[in-house]
């Protein structure tokens, strides 16, 4: 007979208590901090669906780096917006590429912060696809090419890990072997390994400039519906030389990031997105939920789903609320 004998209220009477039995916990080591940058000086426009996140100019965002390191956050992941797009993304493997440029820029700075990219073409295609377009199709091998190309530009300029997340089939490898021809077999790869055509990524689209032009991803990113396929591209991508695998978006996929976490031993990241801050940004900002307690209770989630980092806009917030 369970129960007098056993009464689980006896381990939550005390916070101390809760806390000594508290199964899992979040840190300001897990998070990865995503920032926009766009060219110009002193630029920092708010982007509108994603209040508190900027796009921000070089020199802005070496100041943001500053405050970033300055409150414990390991890492930045950059996403470019180009001067200039063409079909083909020139501006994303060019030497002076806006990212290239910032990457210089934040390195110089000597900060206790990592610089990781976003390996990806469609924020410089004009036609805001991933890869290049063949016949009305995004071509899958010609796109690996620049994909490794991009990442090896990064490397140079001074990227601690890249971050490929077209989806394209086999960009892990070609990344690899771009990087270990080169003098930079140092240099891990964080891929987008479960990458879902979601909804969610609409002020994403906004903030980097980067919605498709005709058509959708769905002939590259994963259809939502399928979990044992993300295992089966998490594999694929280990398999080519992932370092760290990440699945994206995080909360509608928590049981993905669970299966993902049983099955491989390898750090997972799981990426909190645009829309699912935009959600709760606008909840919070209705008086509609607590923000604090909303937001710590999400990322805390997502870290219970079995994530070992997360990538997520609210982490400065959250980095403050953790101090
Ligand atoms: C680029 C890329 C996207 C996101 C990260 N990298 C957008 C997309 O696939 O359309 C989305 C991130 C977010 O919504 O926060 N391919």
Same mark, same amino acid.
């Given at each position: 007979m369970p129960f007098p004998l056993h009464r689980p209220r006896r381990l939550r009477r005390h916070e101390l208590l809760r806390r000594m039995v508290? #199964?899992?916990?979040l840190s300001i080591d897990d998070f990865i901090y995503p920032l926009f940058v766009c060219p110009g000086e002193r630029v920092r426009r708010e982007i509108p669906s994603m209040p508190g996140c900027y796009q921000m100019s070089v020199d802005e965002i070496v100041r943001e780096c500053h405050d970033v390191a300055e409150l =414990?956050?390991?890492?930045v992941i950059l996403f470019g917006i180009p001067e200039k797009k063409d079909d083909v993304g020139s501006e994303a493997y060019a030497e002076q590429g806006i990212v290239q440029r910032a990457i210089r820029a934040i390195k110089k700075e000597r900060l206790d912060l990592l610089v990781i990219t976003d390996v990806c073409l469609c924020e410089y295609t004009s036609h805001g696809h991933c890869g290049i377009v063949v016949? =009305?199709?995004?071509?899958?091998?010609?796109?690996v090419e620049l994909l490794a190309k991009e990442a090896l530009s990064h490397a140079q300029a001074g990227a601690d890990m890249v971050a490929p997340s077209d989806m394209m089939d086999g960009r892990v490898v070609a990344i690899r072997r771009a990087l270990d021809e080169n003098g930079f077999s140092h240099i891990p790869i964080l891929s987008?390994?479960?990458k879902f055509c979601s909804s969610f990524y609409g002020p994403f689209r906004e903030a980097a400039e980067s919605a498709p032009q005709f058509g959708d991803r769905r002939s590259y990113q994963m259809d939502p519906p399928n979990a044992r396929e993300a295992l089966k591209e998490v594999a694929l991508d280990l398999e080519e030389g992932a370092d760290i695998v990440m699945v994206k978006p995080a909360l509608a996929y928590l049981d993905i990031i669970r299966r993902v976490r049983d099955r491989f031993d390898v750090p997972v990241a799981a990426y909190n997105v645009s829309g699912e801050y935009?959600?709760?940004?606008?909840?919070?900002r209705n008086g509609?939920?607590? #923000?604090?307690r909303v937001v710590l209770e999400l990322l805390t989630s997502i870290k219970r789903a079995g994530a070992d980092m997360i990538l997520t806009y609210h982490a400065k917030d959250a980095a403050r609320w953790l101090r």
């Open positions: 508290r #199964e899992t916990s =414990g956050i390991p890492a016949q =009305g199709d995004v071509a899958n091998d010609p796109t987008y390994a479960a935009a959600m709760v940004k606008a909840a919070a509609w939920l607590d #923000e604090r």
